[in-house]
């Protein structure tokens, strides 16, 4: 799809992507003032309907993205799911898509300046990632620590934080691996460059607890509600980075990475393969067809 074809929604109107434009000297553009929500939206071929995955939770963290990096949204909650209806209609896609959703300051300024806050949601089609037994990424585990709350929050998904994300990414395909897993401040496990991450361990699920500087990803959170609804105990704690080394399996998981299959880190195979990531993944894609519920307001149809 061309940049002509491509529908954005920005501050206000349907336009096509290459009208959604902002000053070079913008706060976003210099600075990476903006936080924003990747939302995936699930298409079913049987009732022709897209299924906005969780879009009040993403909704929500935006919202606490903005709280705490001091900007004011600019349009309501019920204005985005008005809007996020508007484009996805004018692009016409008929299959599955990914959604962004940003709020940025975007007239020329400093990055003080709070204002004013624009908006623009630009959905683009986009493949499952399926787990396919045997296939998955090689990783290591970076040099570069994940950022700290005491410095830039992890908490908060905004545009900036995503350079230590590079930093170790780049690190990582210059060793020869495709993607890199951080250790938090302690040293202590934390999240991919992008996702959060799971080992298995004795047909047990451990995840790096909410306080390891990772993002309060909603797949992470999604997966321990599926882990629970099907009886696998799942738990979320410190996790060492020889666990890392020693588990049966490891998976990252976020809205763009769904399930990641890891099959090493730092060249230590994952002993046990994918068989518990791809029943998980298995549960995740029915969930998100709603074959089952285990959340009524997971659904946001339209
Ligand atoms: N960590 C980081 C740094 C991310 O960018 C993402 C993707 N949004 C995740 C984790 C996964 O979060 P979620 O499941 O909410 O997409």
Known sequence: MSLIDRKIWFNGNVVNAQEAVVNVLSPTAQFGLNVFEGVRCYFNPETGKTNVFRLDCHLDRLWDSCKIIGIEPSFSKEEIKVAIRDVIEAGAYGGDIALRITFFVYEEGSWQN?????????????????????NGATSCVSSWRRLHDSALPTRVKAGCNYINGRYAHIEAQRSGYDLPIFLDHDGFVSEGAGACLFIVKNGTLITPDLSSSILESITRDTLIKIAQLHSI???????????????????????????????????????GGQLLTKKLSDLYFDLVDAKYSVDAQWLFEI
């Not at 709070?114 to 045997?134: D, H, M, Q, T, Y």
């Open 114 to 134: 709070s204002s004013p806050v624009g908006l623009f949601i630009a959905p683009i089609e986009k493949k499952r990632n399926l787990v396919v037994l045997g």
């Open 233 to 271: 105990p799942v738990f979320e704690r410190k996790v060492n980075r020889t666990e890392l080394y020693n588990a049966d399996e490891v998976f990252l998981c976020g809205s763009a990475a769904e399930l990641t299959s890891i099959l090493s880190v730092d060249g230590y195979a994952a002993a």
